[in-house]
T-cell receptor, first 114, second 115 residues
Framework: AQSVTQLDSHVSVSEGTPVLLRCNYS??????LFWYVQHPNKGLQLLLK????ATLVKGINGFEAEFKKSETSFHLTKPSAHMSDAAEYFC????????????WGAGTKLIIKP | DAGVTQSPTHLIKTRGQQVTLRCSPK?????VSWYQQALGQGPQFIFQ???????QRGNFPDRFSGHQFPNYSSELNVNALLLGDSALYLC??????????????FGQGTRLTVV
């Protein structure tokens, strides 16, 4: 069965510094992976997705993620954090063996210090 | 083009009562999924509707039921509310049967508080 582990519950960075949010997955299949962002009192928004094409995936708002099969990782990065990036971030894997159900990580809260 | 809309945005119910939450999918979408997100946790899949039938179900008791209408909108019903049902309920819509490439669009959620 697929699973997703987000290695940090909270990440705190200063504005203008790089962001790294870590995600590891386990999958018996070639996975499809997503990152979603949830701002306070707002719905979930898709940041980017990997579906077996290019391993470096670019998303919205300057975020990107790299799929590394050897490390079973899909870490989310951004070169320079902005105050508006403060939110909860979720790593998600699709489980094809169960009608493509979304399997969610527990989330990482990104805090931006001025 | 309206995105996914949910109503109401907030709701307070008493333990033992019943509640109905509503969702209108993004224009052109025909598949609706419901999720429960407890405070500080990731969303948990409740069920998915496609062509007016429940196609998949997560690990939730029968107190949680749903319906999809011919216009693809959907309702989530929860009977005999428990304090532990307090959560943000999210609706997501997508197009067609799910695949590995399906992108789900989410509403802002309904915050249910059971007292």
């Amino acid at each position: 069965a697929q699973s997703v582990t987000q290695l940090d519950s909270h990440v705190s960075v200063s504005e203008g510094t790089p962001v790294l949010l870590r995600c590891n997955y386990s999958s018996s299949y070639s996975p499809s992976l997503f990152w979603y962002v949830q701002h306070p009192n707002k719905g979930l928004q898709l940041l980017l997705k990997y579906t077996s094409a290019a391993t470096l995936v670019k998303g919205i708002n300057g975020f990107e993620a790299e799929f590394k099969k050897s490390e079973t990782s899909f870490h989310l990065t951004k070169p320079s954090a902005h105050m508006s990036d403060a939110a909860e971030y979720f790593c998600v894997v699709i489980q094809p063996g169960s009608n493509y159900q979304l399997i969610w990580g527990a989330g990482t809260k990104l805090i931006i210090k001025p | 083009d309206a995105g996914v809309t949910q109503s109401p945005t907030h709701l307070i119910k008493t333990r033992g009562q019943q509640v109905t939450l509503r969702c209108s999918p993004k224009s052109g979408h025909d598949t609706v999924s419901w999720y429960q997100q407890a405070l500080g946790q990731g969303p948990q899949f409740i069920f998915q509707y496609y062509e007016e039938e429940e196609r998949q179900r997560g690990n939730f008791p029968d107190r949680f039921s749903g319906h999809q209408f011919p216009n693809y909108s959907s309702e989530l019903n929860v009977n005999a509310l428990l304090l532990g049902d307090s959560a943000l309920y999210l609706c997501a819509s997508s197009l067609g049967r799910p695949t590995g490439n399906t992108e789900a669009f989410f509403g802002q959620g309904t915050r249910l508080t059971v007292v």
